[in-house]
């Protein structure tokens, strides 16, 4: 290899590491949502039933209408926080980036594997290279609105890691 050729390989895998993690790291955010989105709609569900039911009747007579209006105000809550952080929009966002990264990755997967037998020519994997780079950059743009957070990398690099001492990898491809 060359000097130009080994700096062009160490890119491709820096590109499929960061991207990698930046895929898994939208998934674990889509996750958490998801995990959000399904505590407090059984929450609503749940305070609602209670509210709608006779058991408060049956189970505290003297209080029930105190008690049914103080779980309806926590309905409501529940229910406008669901409105207001929209998880279900934004599960669907983190998948959308995580799919988009998950297709930069295994295509970046199979250039560096192309280099690596020499199947290609060198141009031509440049080429697609600099193109993935590009549509990586594009990715990072469109995904500003569902930022993954510092706890959703952390959970992704560990997954991977994980991930690669099971399959005897050492972090790379």
């Known amino acids: 290899m060359t000097t130009d050729l080994s700096n062009t390989y160490g890119e491709m895998e820096r590109l499929y590491n960061d991207s990698r993690v930046v895929k898994r790291a939208h998934f674990s955010a889509a996750q958490g949502k998801q995990r ?92 697609d290279f600099k193109a993935l780079t590009e549509e990586y950059l594009k990715a990072n743009t469109r995904s500003k609105g569902c930022i993954p957070t510092d706890g959703d990398y952390y959970k992704a690099r560990a997954a991977i890691e994980r991930s690669d001492d099971r399959e005897g990898r050492v972090g790379s491809i």
Request: overall charge positive.
């Open 36 to 127: 959000a989105r399904t505590i407090i709609g059984l929450a609503i569900i749940a305070l609602n039933v209670l509210i709608s039911s006779s058991l408060i009747d049956v189970l505290v007579a003297d209080k029930a209408a105190v008690l049914i209006r103080i779980l309806a105000v926590f309905a409501a809550a529940f229910a406008a926080i669901q409105t207001f952080f929209n998880f279900q929009k934004d599960v669907e966002a983190h998948h959308s980036a995580g799919d988009a990264y998950g297709s930069i990755n295994r295509r970046v997967r199979l250039l560096v594997a192309e280099f690596k037998d020499g199947s290609r020519k060198p141009d031509d994997i440049i080429a």
